[in-house]
């Protein structure tokens, strides 16, 4: 099993930038989707993006297309959410979550598909 750990949020303007980056410590980390969701009080968690094992499939709402990166680091274990031109409405927990498949390609969009789930860490966008 995998526990993610998030780190990186905070507090910052409207149209600025984070980057926040999961670390999932294992040997087979490359047998590991990745998502990104975010849920904000009073609201059902939502997909942000999601990356396969190998790096090659990459999913990401609508809404944060052409602003939001996934990316991931197999030699760190790591995975990146870059977030630019952040939104007031985009405050929110932003969890990271893990899925072991031996399917390389595989990149779940639903929470309920997911294993494992980081704590969550705070974003924070001003208006």
């Known amino acids: 099993q995998v526990q993610p750990v998030e780190s990186g949020g905070g507090l910052v303007q409207a149209g600025d930038s984070l980057r926040l980056s999961c670390t999932a410590s294992?040997?087979?980390?490359?047998?590991?989707?990745i998502g990104w969701f975010r849920q904000d009080q009073g609201k059902d968690r939502e997909l942000v993006a999601s990356?396969?094992?190998?790096?090659?499939?990459?999913v990401s709402a609508d809404a944060v297309k052409g602003r939001f990166t996934i990316s991931r680091d197999r030699a760190k274990m790591t995975a990146y959410l870059q977030m630019d031109s952040l939104k007031a409405e985009e405050t929110a927990v932003y969890y990271c979550?893990?899925?072991?498949?031996?399917?390389?390609?595989?990149?779940?969009?639903?929470?309920?598909?997911?294993?494992?789930w980081g704590q969550g860490t705070q974003v924070s966008v001003s208006s």
């Open positions: 294992s040997p087979v980390f490359s047998n590991y989707a």
């Open positions: 979550t893990t899925k072991y498949t031996l399917k390389a390609m595989r990149t779940p969009t639903t929470s309920d598909e997911y294993d494992y």
């Open positions: 990356i396969s094992g190998t790096g090659v499939t990459i």
